[in-house]
């Protein structure tokens, strides 16, 4: 007999609260583990100010989160997570990055939801609750089922979460015509776009139909002519869409260079990562449209104003992800009535959040997201 599966509003949790303190006498006690001082104690600031903004919209007593300062260290982080656990803590939200993880293995014991988007090589006890690559190919997957896209070439940088998106393709099993590694370095990318995209033969395509028409009988061979030399290339190409898992320039030099070899988005369909609806990207004209899977852009939005109206100032992405995280657990906390153990994060349970619906199963998360364009100057709603 299949799971029954609930789905949850998170504005509701605060209504399930008043019916549920109750049951639970003893304190919910939860770790937070972000840098607080240091380069990126701007980033943790903004975390601690989103998780007291969660807390609040849940309105129970009994919930208590625990922040420490990791200072972005690796040491630091177990130091700080084993003195969690002294204190009866038994699930961690953190840390922020992946580097800062690699210990906590040593810490069997406890749960940590870090709020990286990498899932791979991560220690055993830690579970990645960013929006990750497998969860942005499955909707890339929804896209291209919706719009017939059958030969879609995968670009991928040359970088250190290669192996990471690697290794999604495979666990997704996307429909791909092929996959192409590509150079960061502008100079080296813009020629393998054009081996990709055949250019220079396409490019001699041209130079070879001018030389045959002017030879041959042909009556109106001056207007074909004409009309050749004011194009650049000539002839097909074999895949209809390209999925580039870049982000800001790297996703700029990119599409730019298949513009450079006569390949525009009126003849393929240009798909991308979550690009947090960077308004750049509506100063790009030539690259319009331009499709992403990402978290719900309404919801960002008026989350983004609540915190400005709690703190003068805009969160980060992450503090979005951590807002929904503390919902999240909770919600897991309150179908295991109350019970704070690992089984919560292997049973499969569904929990729509502000980002999108979050979904858990062997201690494996992963997001049904939203799906935009970048068409004609604004951001538009697909799916």
């Known amino acids: 007999m299949k799971t029954f599966i609930k789905y949850l509003f998170f504005g509701l949790i605060a209504l399930i609260a008043l019916f549920q303190k109750v049951y639970s006498e003893e304190k919910i006690k939860i770790g937070l583990i972000i840098p607080l001082s240091g380069e990126y104690k701007e980033i943790g600031e903004s975390i601690l100010k989103s998780v007291r903004l969660a807390i609040n919209k849940i309105n129970d007593e009994n919930l208590i989160i625990i ?14 997570s084993k003195e969690l656990y002294k204190e ?15 210990y906590l293995d040593e810490l ?24 990750n690559a497998i969860s942005q190919i499955n909707t890339i997957k929804k896209f291209q089922k919706l719009n017939g896209l059958e030969r879609s070439i995968f670009l ?11 290794s999604a393709i495979k666990k997704t099993k996307i429909n791909l015509k092929d996959t192409f590694i590509y150079n960061t370095d502008p100079t080296v990318l813009t020629s393998q776009i054009e081996e990709l995209t055949r250019y220079k033969q396409r490019k001699r395509n041209v130079e070879d139909e001018i030389i045959r028409l002017e030879n041959s009988n042909d009556i109106n061979k001056k207007n074909k002519i004409a009309k050749l030399k004011k194009r650049d290339t000539l002839g097909g190409i074999n895949f209809d869409s390209v999925i580039i898992a870049d982000f800001d320039e790297g996703l700029k030099s990119v599409a730019t260079s ?69 919902g999240f657990v909770y919600y897991l906390i309150y179908k295991n009535n109350f019970e704070i153990n690992k089984k919560i994060f292997i049973k499969k349970n569904k929990f729509k959040g502000k980002i999108g619906i979050f979904e858990i199963s062997k201690n494996i998360i992963t ?17």
């Not at 997001?367 to 799916?383: G, M, R, T």
């Open 88 to 102: 009866g803590v038994k699930i961690i939200l953190g840390p922020v990055f992946n580097n800062s993880s690699i």
């Open 258 to 326: 298949f513009l450079y070899t006569d390949i525009s988005s009126k003849r393929i369909t240009y798909i991308c990562f979550n690009q947090w609806f960077d308004e750049s990207l509506l100063k790009e004209k030539s690259l319009q449209p331009i499709y992403f899977p990402s978290i719900n852009k309404k919801n960002y939005e008026i989350f983004s104003e609540d915190y400005y109206q709690s703190y003068n100032s805009y969160p980060n992405q992450i503090s979005f992800l951590s807002y929904d995280l503390i």
């Open 156 to 166: 991928i940088p040359n970088s250190n979460y290669k192996e990471e998106i690697e």
């Open 108 to 131: 069997k014991e406890v749960t940590f939801l870090s709020f990286t988007n990498k899932i791979n090589n991560n220690p055993v006890n830690v579970i990645s609750a960013g929006v």
């Open 367 to 383: 997001h049904q997201l939203n799906f935009y364009s970048v068409e004609s100057e604004e951001f538009k709603k697909i799916f």
């Open 67 to 80: 922040p420490k300062d990791t200072k972005s260290n690796p040491e630091i982080t177990l130091k700080i």
